[in-house]
């Protein structure tokens, strides 16, 4: 029978979720790490025992932790992030240059087809590779290096390169998305990069439909059709048909169309999820009703998921790496909050259960389904 | 020896519990001879206390000792002699700054 382990990464802290494929009673493990900011945790696809973890702290930087027993155990890996040569500058948030540092790392890939490789996507953007299991790591630096660095800017919560999207169909394709300079793919294997905003439009800067300085909060792609992406903007939530050559609204009758997460159903490429938040400086929903809302349709017609979820007085937040799906039949949804709730739904979206509702606020969720 | 006190986050990481004691060659020993040496007997401390690159101490990083902060101080000048001989141990402390 199959099993659901959810990776939490919190404020304060890993958790880890387990439940059977009923997916009603569930164990709650944690805190690991306590104390630490764990932006977020991933198991190989591969070897789904082997965990990455990135945690991090503002007193002691940055540290990469591994396991090999699914996070019974867990040993510290490399955590030497070292920009490709001469760092360059970016654009603070008043328009002024400044030298690229870094400062934490914000999502780990693992490879589709090697434990030991994994990707790391940082703050200052970039993005990072390991091919022995995270004890050391190398910028692929033409992302940086491609010619538009020096015009990204932060978003409110950082430069951060938030987004990795590995498409086993074309093997050397990585796409990535930046807060906020928007969206690059890469065709070989994360050698040369190019800007994938063309229908991106962004009044919030001085050229809305400019080619990078997009904030793109996610990115979320079903694997039976990687040409088909689907983005969660600052505001905006867009569909691409062409692997991000070019973008269309699909915000349809959303009631706001701010937001961080975005996910596509496991076995219905074309079922979506987002939270609508109400605005970019009130990061909560709308009404004090935390919904999830599901397009069947690709996008543009939405229905509010509201069962199970607080329909009054709720003002979280659910971050961009907060939301996550498994792979049984029906589909289970997920998605943590900042006021430190994990929702389930094992419906489909239908109906919602919250796992726990004490953890500290929630930073990411990942799902693996276990054989 | 040389006595060094962790704050907790990296006690747990480095897996100990208490002080530190650490043999440094250099004599006088230095705030950067201790690093060094913390660092090759406790490598998961790479990169917590100071920078990978610049090897410069973490902002949020302080280095008490004798009721000195000695976190301003050369990394190549001497610690205090109570230090070096062991009687008053090196103090690596988080600053105050929020939980």
New interface residues.
């Given amino acids: 029978m199959s099993k659901i382990r959810v990776l939490v990464g919190t404020r304060k802290g890993a958790f880890i979720l387990t439940s059977d494929a009923a997916r009603k009673q569930w164990n709650v493990d944690g805190p690991h790490f306590a104390?630490?900011e764990l932006y977020h945790l991933k198991g190989s696809p591969v070897e789904p025992d082997r965990l990455y973890a990135s945690q991090c702290?503002?007193?002691?930087?940055?540290?990469i932790q591994r396991s090999n027993d699914g996070g019974k155990t867990w040993e510290?890996v490399g955590?030497?992030f070292?920009y490709e040569g001469v760092p360059g500058t970016h654009q603070w948030y008043d328009g002024t240059s400044r030298p690229w540092e870094f400062k934490r790392v914000w999502h780990l890939e693992p490879s589709l087809n090697d434990p030991d490789t994994i990707f790391a996507g940082v703050e200052d953007a970039a993005l990072f590779r390991s091919s022995d299991g995270g004890q050391s790591w190398h910028e692929l630096a033409g992302l940086r290096g491609h010619g538009s660095g020096p015009n990204w800017q932060p978003g409110a919560g950082g430069m951060c390169l938030h987004t990795i999207i590995l498409d086993a169909a074309h093997p050397g394709r990585i796409v990535i998305a930046i807060s906020a300079a928007g969206a690059f793919r890469s065709d070989d294997s994360g050698e040369t990069w190019r800007p994938i905003n063309r229908g991106l439009r962004s009044n919030y800067i001085p050229d809305p439909t400019a080619e990078v300085g997009h904030c793109v909060h996610h990115i979320a792609m079903h694997r039976s059709r990687p040409d088909v992406l689907f983005m969660q903007k600052h505001w905006d939530v867009m569909r691409s048909n062409d692997a991000g050559e070019s973008w269309q609204e699909v915000s349809g009758n959303l009631p706001t169309d701010f937001g961080f997460a975005i996910d596509v159903h496991a076995h219905e490429p074309d079922t979506l999820y987002v939270v609508p938040i109400k605005s970019d400086s009130e990061h909560f929903p709308l009404e004090g009703k935390l919904r999830v809302y599901r397009s069947r349709s690709g996008g543009n017609e939405w229905e509010a998921l509201t069962k199970g979820l607080p329909q009054r007085d709720c003002y979280v937040n659910v971050l961009r790496d907060a939301m996550s799906v498994d792979t049984l039949d029906p589909c289970g949804v997920y998605f943590g909050t900042t006021g430190g709730q994990v929702y389930a739904s094992a419906d489909s979206g239908d109906n919602w259960a919250p796992i726990v509702r004490d953890l500290p606020a929630v930073l990411s969720v990942e799902v693996q389904t276990l054989p | 020896m040389i006595r060094v006190v962790l704050?907790?986050?990296?006690r747990t990481?480095a897996g100990v519990r208490g002080e530190i004691k650490l043999e440094v060659k250099d004599k006088p020993p230095t705030q950067r001879a201790i690093l060094d040496a913390l660092e090759t007997d406790y490598p998961?401390l790479?990169?917590?206390?100071r920078?990978?690159?610049t090897q410069q101490r973490?902002p949020?990083?302080r280095f008490f000792a004798c009721e000195q902060d000695l976190s301003h101080e050369s990394p190549d000048a001497p610690v205090p002699e109570a230090v070096a001989s062991g009687s008053e141990p090196f103090c690596i402390v988080?600053?105050i700054?929020g939980g």
């Fill in positions: 104390g630490w702290s503002g007193w002691f930087g940055q540290m510290p955590n030497k070292a | 704050p907790s986050h990296l990481l998961m790479l990169g917590t206390i920078d990978h690159v973490r949020f990083i988080g600053a700054a």
